[in-house]
């Protein structure tokens, strides 16, 4: 049996420290390296300083739908297929430059964050298996997360066609601010 690269392993280590530097959960990392779940579980507790959130992975593509995360998973989609296609970067290297861009980007413009580095890499999970795809808006030809067996034809999008409480939060509807 050939034992493992150390500068292959040194890579794997770099990348997931990366990773975990941008938020990634255990699961994430398990899939995308090949390191041993063991040296993942304690590169994650030497990184952050506490074990990692257990729990099930959030799973549903209609989340990626609903107003404000479409327009956050577009802005990454966008930009992680840019990169994918322009590049020659691995998949795991398109993914954390990609959320690494998104996050200058939400700081540039002084917006919150609302696409985790785990939800971003479940949105590419979906657009690989084709069950999530970009299709672009008729008013404005932005690119929008949709359903990838949807109905595409007169797709308009959530900024062109706000709803009617979007960006309405509690504390606002009730005149607190």
């Known amino acids: 049996m050939r034992s493992p690269s150390i500068l292959g392993e040194a890579k794997q280590i770099g990348m997931a420290t990366q990773l975990i530097n941008l938020g990634a959960r255990l699961q994430v990392l398990e899939s995308e390296m090949t390191l041993s779940r063991e040296r993942l579980l304690r590169l994650y507790k030497e990184v952050?300083?506490?074990s990692p959130s257990k729990?099930?992975?959030?799973?549903?593509?209609?989340w990626f739908l609903t107003w404000q995360p479409n327009i956050h998973a577009s802005l990454f989609m966008g930009i992680y297929q840019f990169l994918s296609t322009q590049s020659s970067l691995l998949?795991?290297?398109?993914?954390?430059?990609?959320?690494r861009l998104y996050c200058e980007h939400l700081e540039t413009l002084k917006l919150e964050q609302v696409l985790s580095l785990t939800r971003a890499w479940i949105l590419v999970r979906y657009f690989d298996s084709k069950i999530l795809c970009l299709t672009e808006c008729k008013k404005c030809r932005g690119k929008f997360v949709t359903?990838?067996?949807?109905?595409?034809?007169?797709?308009i999008c959530g900024l062109c066609n706000v709803?009617?409480?979007?960006?309405?939060?509690k504390a606002k509807v009730n005149g607190v601010h």
């Open 147 to 155: 359903h990838a067996q949807d109905l595409h034809r007169n797709f």
């Open 48 to 50: 952050q300083g506490k």
């Open 163 to 169: 709803p009617s409480r979007a960006g309405k939060t």
């Open 91 to 99: 998949r795991v290297d398109a993914l954390a430059r990609a959320y």
């Open 55 to 62: 729990g099930m992975l959030p799973f549903s593509t209609d």
